[in-house]
């Protein structure tokens, strides 16, 4: 079994680092945002790390093209 893609949404300062771990950084500030990628998040995306200001925002929309729900994970604060 491989693993799918890990991706990170949030606000610039927070997630771009994670780029030089490989992971997939989609740049999201404002909620508006937050909801645009994730609910554009590619196949095969399969763990999702989320800032606390992005989870806050995907609480009451948590949609996905297709039913697939990627497993998520919130950083600290």
């Known amino acids: 079994m491989t693993m799918g893609t890990v991706a ?3 606000e610039r300062a ?3 680092g994670l780029a030089l771990a490989g992971v997939a ?3 999201a500030d404002g909620p508006d945002d937050v909801r645009r990628v994730w609910r554009s998040l590619p196949d095969g995306v ?4 989320l ?3 992005a ?3 995907l609480e009451s929309d ?3 093209p297709g039913g ?3 497993l998520t994970a919130v950083m600290t604060p």
Request: aromatic content about 0%; proline content about 8%; glycine content about 4%.
């Open 8 to 10: 990170a949404i949030g």
């Open 14 to 16: 927070r997630v771009v």
């Open 25 to 27: 950084v989609l740049v």
């Open 46 to 49: 399969d763990l999702v790390i």
């Open 51 to 53: 800032t606390p200001a």
């Open 55 to 57: 989870a806050e925002a």
């Open 62 to 64: 948590s949609a996905m």
């Open 68 to 70: 697939h729900r990627p």
